[in-house]
């Protein structure tokens, strides 16, 4: 909008009726000696007075200049109070102009990380986040000064009223607000979300940023946060293959590439999370895709234990256990572990669904070879006990699929 229309707070476009900037500069300079002087109410009652003449002749430049010029004097005298009440007087003014109030809300968020006392810089936020309610000429200034509350809401503890504070914002739909600031404050809200468990609402916020942009250049720090966050979100629900998927997203950025032991441990992460995943037709084609990664040759073990799922041969847990064991959960001095098999209660979930893999990875090799088998004759082959290897017969997770298929029967 040129500089001599502006837009009133009732959405009505005005022109500039009489220029007032030749006043404005013989008074800024006036107004500005009484608040050295201490006279600060004096200097400001004498900028109102010719705000209401600009803002009546729609003199948005000027109005704006004085708007600005009034927050800065209560600003520089440190009069917290008057710098408060004159943002709320001056924001509610009859028919002020959409442009001024920016400029002026602008201005005083400059101060709010200037401010060193909590108290003050509390009040200023919530002051500032007040007169911009609702108001789409200022949604980045409220969207920015919302963050810097939750920041300080979860420095004291308040992580609960923080990610409430951020949910508020739809980003999403701010025009004005460039990609990579909306990508970030998605990231925060996802963060917060999981920092209070609400893993549920962090997959719904998760849907809002399109993939397609950590494809920009610049994006990758963005881009690793958010597949790091997704990352805890699937664990909590236990999605192996899309855990998989985000390392594989980890692995093949630039920077990480860059890095010999980054990449490493992100296509380890990769390999342990397709072999843990159920067994369907996606993880069997995703199996076949990492197994022709040429980088899988720097990591021996890895590389060998994937190949064993992709092998149709049975295997013996109590193999598996000896041959990598020690360096799937320890790791050596060349290669360290990941935290998949970890000592942790999830760690040790993780290490007893890969025995469930194997189990299943060798009954479906059993299918291939029998017509039909007895309980003691099946128990052995799987390295089970018979009781054991009876349970896999019933409809429970992980087995049910598998043990539908088998084209072979048990018998006692």
């Given amino acids: 909008m040129s500089e001599d229309r502006a837009e009133r707070s009732d959405g009505r476009i005005v022109k500039m009726e009489v220029d007032y900037s ?3 500069d013989q008074r800024l300079p006036e107004s500005e000696k009484m608040a050295r002087d201490g006279r600060l109410q004096e200097a400001i009652e004498n900028l109102l007075s010719l705000e209401k003449q600009t803002r009546t002749a729609s003199d948005m430049v000027s109005t704006s200049r004085i708007l600005v010029a009034i927050v800065q004097l209560c600003y ?6 008057a710098l408060n009440e004159n943002i709320m007087l001056l924001s509610k003014r009859r028919s002020q102009l959409k442009q001024a109030v920016a400029k002026m809300v602008q201005e005083c968020y400059t101060y709010v990380d200037a401010v060193s006392d909590l108290s003050i810089k509390l009040r200023l936020i919530d002051t500032l986040r007040t007169v911009t309610a609702g108001k789409i000429y200022v949604e980045i200034e409220r969207a920015r000064l919302s963050k810097t509350l939750a920041h300080i809401k979860e420095q004291n503890g308040d992580v609960k009223e923080a990610a409430s504070i951020l949910q508020e914002l ?3 739909t701010y025009g004005s607000m460039e990609k990579k600031e909306k990508a970030e404050f998605i ?4 963060r917060l979300c999981i920092a209070v468990k609400d893993y549920i609402r962090t997959q719904i916020i998760s849907k809002k940023i399109s993939t397609k942009f950590f494809q920009e250049e610049g994006s990758e720090d963005l881009k690793l946060k958010y597949y790091n966050l997704m ?14 998927k985000h390392y594989r997203a980890i692995y093949d950025t630039p920077c990480i590439l860059e890095d010999a032991s980054k990449w490493q441990q992100a296509l380890k992460s990769v390999v342990l999370y397709v072999i843990l995943a159920p067994y369907d037709n996606e993880q069997s084609d995703l199996v076949h895709r990492i197994s022709i990664d040429k980088k899988l040759e720097e990591i021996p073990k890895y590389r060998d234990l994937l190949k064993q799922f ?8 109590s193999s598996v256990v000896e041959d990598y064991g020690k360096e799937l959960r320890e790791g050596s ?3 360290p572990d990941t935290d998949v098999f970890n000592q942790s209660e999830e760690g040790e979930k993780r290490w007893k669904d890969l025995k469930n893999r194997v189990v299943e990875h060798n009954i479906r090799i059993m299918a291939k070879y029998y017509t039909s088998i007895t309980m003691g004759r099946m ?8 009781d054991v290897s009876s349970t896999k017969r019933r409809p429970k997770p992980c087995f049910v699929a598998d043990c539908l298929r088998l084209s072979f029967k048990i018998f006692s």
């Fill in 22 to 24: 030749a006043t404005v």
């Fill in 76 to 81: 520089e005298a440190k009069d917290w109070d």
């Fill in 170 to 172: 739809q980003v999403e």
């Fill in 187 to 190: 990231l925060e809200q996802m």
């Fill in 231 to 244: 990352i805890q979100v699937d664990q909590h629900e236990g999605s192996y293959l899309s855990i998989c």
């Fill in 310 to 317: 992709t092998t149709m041969e049975l295997m013996r847990w």
């Fill in 333 to 335: 001095m060349e290669t």
């Fill in 379 to 386: 128990a052995a082959l799987l390295d089970l006990s018979v």
